[in-house]
T-cell receptor
Framework: SQKIEQNSEALNIQEGKTATLTCNYTNYSPAYLQWYRQDPGRGPVFLLLIRENEKEKRKERLKVTFDTTLKQSLFHITASQPADSATYLCALDEATDSWGKLQFGAGTQVVVTP | GAVVSQHPSRVICKSGTSVKIECRSLDFQATTMFWYRQFPKQSLMLMATSNEGSKATYEQGVEKDKFLINHASLTLSTLTVTSAHPEDSSFYIC???????????FGSGTRLTVV
């Protein structure tokens, strides 16, 4: 396993601005890196998946980048809305014989204020 | 899309009793399901991989005799916390894969409180 680091401090951002979250890992690059949203008392909800050979992925207002040299992924929420307030988790999927064994970061809480 | 239903959402039990948590894939078949545990302000930690028709695979440090997993069909996996103690109080979440490009679908979680 490896260490996955996400900023533990909450990110407070004004509505309409772009939120940028960071996920750093320490060892080998995973086959897939995924981002999830988790609301209090709920299970995570899948948002985006990016492969190790992809640099960037977009979905509506969300964008993910993956830099295997820096061992880092950035997650952007553009034109943020109060409804985007949640904790965002990054997860590494090595997709080897241990297919599906996700390793999660502790998550970064995002608070979007009107 | 793929839906995973988890029940119960909350359970309070007395120390020493057993609790069963169910995880169902509603609109797809899941030969493999995963069970996670999450303590407050911490990341999800994989406990075990549930395999339909065979024994579960447990992560290091997880007691297989305490956390019994049964995956008797392609749509149902159960986790039984046996002889629960207050330190077992946590948020338990199951998941299944909707395919390589679609991430994983998680259940809504079960908040277990052992008193």
């Amino acid at each position: 396993s490896q260490k996955i680091e996400q900023n533990s401090e909450a990110l407070n951002i004004q509505e309409g601005k772009t939120a940028t979250l960071t996920c750093n890992y320490t060892n080998y690059s995973p086959a897939y890196l995924q981002w999830y949203r988790q609301d209090p008392g709920r299970g995570p909800v899948f948002l985006l998946l990016i492969r190790e050979n992809e640099k960037e992925k977009r979905k509506e207002r969300l964008k993910v980048t993956f830099d295997t040299t820096l061992k880092q992924s950035l997650f952007h929420i553009t034109a943020s809305q109060p409804a985007d307030s949640a904790t965002y988790l990054c997860a590494l999927d090595e997709a080897t014989d241990s297919w599906g064994k996700l390793q999660f970061g502790a998550g970064t809480q995002v608070v979007v204020t009107p | 899309g793929a839906v995973v239903s988890q029940h119960p959402s909350r359970v309070i039990c007395k120390s020493g009793t057993s609790v069963k948590i169910e995880c169902r894939s509603l609109d797809f078949q899941a030969t493999t399901m995963f069970w996670y545990r999450q303590f407050p302000k911490q990341s999800l930690m994989l406990m075990a991989t549930s395999n339909e028709g065979s024994k579960a695979t447990y992560e290091q440090g997880v007691e297989k005799d305490k956390f019994l997993i049964n995956h008797a069909s392609l749509t149902l996996s159960t986790l039984t916390v046996t002889s629960a103690h207050p330190e077992d109080s946590s948020f338990y979440i199951c998941s299944a894969s909707g395919g390589a490009n679609y991430g994983y679908t998680f259940g809504s979680g079960t908040r277990l409180t052992v008193v």
